[in-house]
T-cell receptor, first 113, second 113 residues
Framework: AQTVTQSQPEMSVQEAETVTLSCTYD???????LFWYKQPPSRQMILVIR??????QNATENRFSVNFQKAAKSFSLKISDSQLGDTAMYFC??????????FGKGITLSVRP | GAGVSQTPSNKVTEKGKYVELRCDPI?????LYWYRQSLGQGPEFLIY????????DSGLPNDRFFAVRPEGSVSTLKIQRTERGDSAVYLC???????????FGPGTRLTVL
């Protein structure tokens, strides 16, 4: 069975500052993929970033980067230069050979002007 | 091209009624997934189609839930004898298959009175 844990229910950050969202996971598979999705009030789940477990290099997408610690089963998301439009719920998710995504409970991020 | 679309956006029904929720995947995506998201939670897997067949329906909560994808494109999630506990947002996602990234639709909010 796969599990994803997001223990922080909410966080707040000042506009233009940096924030890190935490995620830990567990899986018995050796080949798996990790994701961060953003869900604004519109409900649309939007892909932020994807990490293949076999890649040692941390994924980066513009202001978003991850810190993937495979041995610790940790997958945190760093958002640099936070913008008001980053306000949303963020979900960490995991998939393996069975193709279905397992999500954490999510974290509500508020960016203050 | 167009993203994943879902209709209706919102559905209000009475306990005991039958409902159908529709999902139109991204053109060319062979895999289609249904998830259910309760308030304040992460999405939970319901069923996964590869082409026309259900590859994994282990997440369907009981036999009141059924889904079809007769031509390998549009899918319909059907819920019989709805109960108040079925109230949730139902999300659909599609991908090119396997561990490829899943892209989500805006969801259908189902409210059972």
């Amino acid at each position: 069975a796969q599990t994803v844990t997001q223990s922080q229910p909410e966080m707040s950050v000042q506009e233009a500052e940096t924030v890190t969202l935490s995620c830990t996971y567990d899986t018995s598979e050796s080949n798996y993929y990790l994701f961060w999705y953003k869900q604004p009030p519109s409900r649309q789940m939007i892909l932020v970033i994807r990490q293949e477990a076999y890649k040692q290099q941390n994924a980066t997408e513009n202001r978003f980067s991850v810190n993937f610690q495979k041995a610790a089963k940790s997958f945190s998301l760093k958002i640099s230069d936070s913008q008001l439009g980053d306000t949303a719920m963020y979900f960490c998710a995991l998939t393996g050979a069975n193709s279905k995504l397992t999500f954490g409970k999510g974290i509500t991020l508020s960016v203050r002007p | 091209g167009a993203g994943v679309s879902q209709t209706p956006s919102n559905k209000v029904t009475e306990k005991g009624k039958y409902v159908e929720l529709r999902c139109d995947p991204i053109s060319g995506h062979t895999a289609l997934y249904w998830y259910r998201q309760s308030l304040g939670q992460g999405p939970e897997f319901l069923i996964y189609f590869q082409g026309t067949g259900a590859a994994d329906d282990s997440g369907l909560p009981n036999d009141r839930f059924f889904a079809v994808r007769p031509e390998g494109s549009v899918s319909t999630l059907k819920i019989q004898r709805t109960e108040r506990g079925d109230s949730a947002v139902y999300l659909c996602a599609s991908s090119r298959g396997g561990t490829d990234t899943q892209y989500f639709g805006p969801g259908t909010r189902l409210t059972v009175l």
